[in-house]
């Protein structure tokens, strides 16, 4: 059962990379920065196989290799095949600083950010796709996990931006987020969800794709002992996702540090452009009982109205 949390996210603009964003966990967990990943590829990526892996049948006639990698305290899943056909889920690695998408060079393209580095400017940063989790090490009951800074990739920024073979451009009342399931020690789960991409207002001037390095806030999640990534999107077929269900990560784990410094002046304001009831009604106005808001910046709220 999905449930909603506030949660507060910076909506971080260029000047606020200047930030420096601490390294060290809450629980005593290290930060997973990417920047020990190594990259071996001449194009600036890193997705499979990992050293551990083992073939498991993909269903499509084909084994993927599956296996792991550690980052700080972190496990991050990865699923690899490269035959007549390069494939791959989870969690990749790059290092790539260009911004843009092009069909003809899926790959390496599907490895670029939105942004063209990592967080406070440097080199590594994470690439995920499809699905995937993230398991606490040596955390047995579970730990809090603060949360990490998301931007979109440049193959789901060029497809929403202009469409593709497979998705459309999007409009007005089009979104895409992506929903992180925290499971706990005692087998329960919570929710967050972050809109990547969010064009439901009827103000298109609050219409936004996120193309900065933006905190996402985990806390809410309570003590988990890992957390798993979907995708939602109003672009579908046949009940499945069109959009390219991409996002890039950096610093797994971070503390918020800019939340409590003064504002910098070019600060984006955060405001309201959606409110809903409980069971997912958009509504005009606040009213009595649960009112769930979506916020300019991506993040969603939940209020009681008396």
């Not at 910076?10 to 005593?28: E, I, R, W, Y």
């Not at 064009?199 to 936004?208: G, L």
Request: aromatic share 14%; hydrophobic share 35%; proline share 2%.
């Amino acid at each position: 059962m999905t449930q909603f949390y506030k949660f507060t996210m910076a909506a971080v603009v260029a000047a606020v990379m200047s930030v420096p964003t601490s390294l060290f966990a809450q629980d005593g967990l290290k930060v997973a920065t990417f920047e020990d990943v190594q990259i071996s590829s001449e194009d600036g990526y890193w997705c499979g196989p990992t050293d551990n892996a083992v073939a498991e049948p993909s269903g499509w006639g084909y084994d993927n290799q599956v296996g792991t990698f550690t980052d700080g305290s972190f496990e991050f899943s990865n699923s690899y095949y490269n035959g007549s056909i390069l494939s791959w889920s989870g969690f990749a690695c790059s290092n790539r600083t260009a911004t843009s998408f092009d069909a003809l060079t899926m790959t390496p393209d599907q490895f670029n950010s939105s942004v063209g580095h990592g967080v406070d400017g440097s080199a590594k940063y994470g690439v995920a796709y499809n699905g995937g989790t993230v398991k606490v090490l040596n955390a047995t009951d579970g730990a809090v996990v603060n949360g990490f800074y998301i931007t979109n990739n440049a193959y789901a920024i060029n497809s929403m931006t202009n469409g593709d073979s497979y998705a459309k451009k999007f409009e007005q009342g089009d979104f895409f987020k992506v929903i992180f399931t925290g499971t706990k020690a005692d087998k329960t789960t919570s929710k967050v969800e972050f809109y990547l991409a969010d064009f439901s207002s009827q103000n298109t001037t609050d219409h936004y794709m996120v193309k900065d390095w933006t905190y996402v806030d985990l806390s809410s999640l309570g003590k988990v002992v890992s957390i798993s990534f979907s995708f939602d999107s109003s672009d579908k077929s046949y009940g499945y996702l069109n959009t390219p269900t991409y996002f890039c990560l950096d610093n797994f784990g971070a503390a918020n540090t800019s939340t409590g410094i003064s504002k910098p002046a070019n600060m984006v304001e955060v405001y309201e452009v959606a409110r809903y009831t409980i069971d997912g009604k958009r509504i005009s106005a606040p009213q009595k009982g649960i009112n769930i808001i979506r916020m300019s910046d991506g993040s969603t709220r939940k209020v009681v109205v008396k």
